[in-house]
C-alpha cells in the first residue's frame, strides 16, 4: 500500500463548479501535512498546508481527519488557472507526495 | 533572488554514460534535496543534504551520488545511467527541514532521457 494515495482523476469540471478532492495516508505517525499545486511540466509550489482545525484560504479550504486518516481539498468557484495537478503532502520525517490529482476547468 | 535553478533544462544520455545535474540556490538554505518525478508516482526523494559538508539517503539513493561542498550547491551525480533513471529531477531548498512552517521552494526541473 502506498503512504500516500490519491486518485489521479482527472477531473473535468465547468467553470465555477465547485471540486473537491481526497488524499488517504497510511502513517499514523504522520506529522504535518499540505497541499501542493504543479502546473503541467513545471515544479510543484506550495498551496497550503492544512491544520487539524481545517483552513481556508480563498476559494480553497483543507481539511484534515486523523482518525480516518485523510485529507481534503475543496475548491469553490473554479477558475481556468486552477487547471493543474494538486499534489497531496505529507511528513513522516521527510515529505510523501502523493501521485497527484489532475484537475481540468473547461470554459 | 534567482531562488533555485538547475541545470540542463533537457537532457539525453546513452546507458552507461555519467553526468552531474546542476542545482543552485541563493536564498541561503541549510536544507537541499533531490527528488525523481516519474508518471504515475509521487516524487521520491534520492539524497538530501542538512547543511554544507552533510548529505544523506532519501528513499531512491541507488545509481546517484551527492555532495555538498557550499550552502549554494548540491549537484547530483550519475554513475553509469541506466534507462530506468529516464524521469524528470527537482532540486529543492529551504531554510530547514522540509515540513516545518518553512517552505520547500523547487527548481524549475532536469528532464533525463537515458537511451
Known amino acids: 500500500r502506498k503512504e500516500v494515495e490519491q486518485d489521479p482523476g482527472p477531473f473535468n469540471v465547468p467553470e465555477g463548479a465547485t471540486v473537491a478532492f481526497n488524499c488517504t495516508y497510511s502513517n499514523s505517525a504522520s506529522q504535518s501535512f499540505f497541499w501542493y499545486r504543479q502546473d503541467c511540466r513545471k515544479e510543484p509550489k506550495l498551496l497550503m498546508s492544512v491544520y487539524s482545525s481545517g483552513n481556508e484560504d480563498g476559494r480553497f479550504t483543507a481539511q484534515l481527519n486523523r482518525a480516518s486518516q485523510y485529507i481534503s481539498l475543496l475548491i469553490r468557484d473554479s477558475k481556468l488557472s486552477d487547471s493543474a495537478t494538486y499534489l497531496c503532502v505529507v511528513k513522516i520525517g521527510k515529505l510523501i507526495f502523493g501521485q497527484g490529482t489532475t484537475l481540468q476547468v473547461k470554459p | 533572488n534567482a531562488g533555485v535553478t538547475q541545470t540542463p533544462k533537457f537532457q539525453v544520455l546513452k546507458t552507461g554514460q555519467s553526468m552531474t545535474l546542476q542545482c543552485a540556490q541563493d536564498m541561503n538554505h541549510e536544507y537541499m534535496s533531490w527528488y525523481r518525478q516519474d508518471p504515475g508516482m509521487g516524487l521520491r526523494l534520492i539524497h538530501y543534504s542538512v547543511g554544507a559538508g552533510i548529505t544523506d539517503q532519501g528513499e531512491v539513493p541507488n545509481g546517484y551520488n551527492v555532495s555538498r561542498s557550499t550552502t549554494e550547491d548540491f549537484p547530483l551525480r550519475l554513475l553509469s545511467a541506466a534507462p530506468s533513471q529516464t524521469s524528470v529531477y527537482f532540486c529543492?531548498?529551504?531554510?530547514?527541514?522540509?515540513?516545518?512552517?518553512?517552505?520547500?521552494?523547487f527548481g524549475p526541473g532536469t528532464r533525463l532521457t537515458v537511451l
Open positions: 529543492a531548498s529551504s531554510y530547514s527541514t522540509p515540513g516545518t512552517a518553512d517552505t520547500q521552494y
